[in-house]
């Protein structure tokens, strides 16, 4: 008599297409995040065809129109070098969009790798790696930058690599975190178990199982970014002219306060513009992923 064959289960793991599928189907349901989402796809466009929406170029000047009011030939008025406003606002959102996404996914990049090995590594690894992310923390974000574009020096390059310099830590303590969960679960052990390479289970099995959390730090972090670049304009450490971004034309216009409000008011709305609708794209998968607001079948 012959012994009975037993199948073996075999523990695969979750595929990414169902996290990708809920982060989808959190935006949807979730109105801030719907909202998000469409002033995102907005202002992705006003960058992509700024320059057939700009009616005039951002560095023509016009010496007799200097600090005009809205017109019909200058939609929000000229600037103080009789350049018009609306061209240079548009123009704007092309360098403040490419400094968000460009420096957060810089600092995602960087700090997933790190939080990554850090976690799975685990040990004396992960505590020296851990104090080392902490120690950058203890600065405050925007003072870290400062001086750091003033070490490197005034420009978009350095505003967008000091960003990066700060902005993996908070990437790494997410990935971290996420990893520590995951690493303990029965695929992953099922992988350890049959010999998969560590770096193999790393990067195939845990990474796909941890990006959620990750794209919706993305998308909070752009609008930091995007925050941060223009508060760093405004001093004169970031975009320099005649480049046109939205907080080197906020600090220029501060001057002109009472004689040309638009000149200062028009970026101030569109920067708070942007960094709410990225913060309410990240808002709707963040309620998803969060185990005391899942599934309460409420709809915002």
């Known amino acids: 008599m012959t012994d009975a064959v ?40 006003i960058a992509i065809f700024a320059p057939v929406l700009a009616p005039y170029s951002p560095y023509d000047q016009d010496l007799y129109r200097v600090l005009a009011p809205p017109s019909t030939v200058h939609w929000l008025g000229t600037d103080n070098l009789g350049r018009d406003l609306l061209s240079r606002l548009l123009f704007g959102t092309r360098v403040s969009l490419f ?39 203890c600065f405050p974000p925007l003072i870290f930058i400062l001086a750091m574009s003033a070490v490197l020096g005034p420009g978009l390059q350095n ?31 099922a992988a350890r178990s049959v010999g998969i390479p560590p770096m193999r289970i790393m990067y195939r099995h845990i990474l796909p199982n941890i990006a959620p959390p990750v794209l919706v730090a993305i998308s909070i972090g752009i609008g930091t970014a995007i ?35 638009l000149f200062s008011i028009a970026p101030g709305v569109m920067i708070s513009l942007a960094i709410t609708a990225f913060n309410f794209l ?19």
């Open 227 to 261: 925050l941060i670049e223009s508060g760093v304009s405004f001093l004169g450490l970031g975009v320099q002219p005649p480049l046109a971004s939205w907080g080197k034309e906020l600090r220029v216009g501060f001057t002109y306060l009472s004689a040309a409000p």
């Open 159 to 189: 505003v967008m690599l000091s960003f990066a310099l700060f902005g993996w830590t908070i990437f790494a303590r997410i990935a971290r975190g996420q990893v520590l969960l995951v690493r303990e679960l029965p695929f992953v052990e």
């Open 282 to 300: 990240g808002d709707g998968p963040r309620d998803a992923l969060d185990p005391r607001l899942r599934g309460d079948g409420v709809r915002r």
């Open 99 to 137: 400094v968000g996404v460009v420096s957060s996914l810089i600092s995602a990049v960087v700090g997933v790798v790190i939080g990554l090995f850090s976690g799975f590594k685990g040990g004396a690894v992960d505590a020296l790696i851990m104090r080392v992310t902490d120690a950058f923390l």
């Open 6 to 45: 037993h199948p073996v289960a075999v523990i695969a793991p979750p595929r990414s297409r169902n996290g990708a599928a809920a982060l989808l189907r959190a935006v949807v349901r979730n109105r801030l995040a719907r909202v998000g989402l469409v002033i995102v796809v907005a202002l992705c466009a």
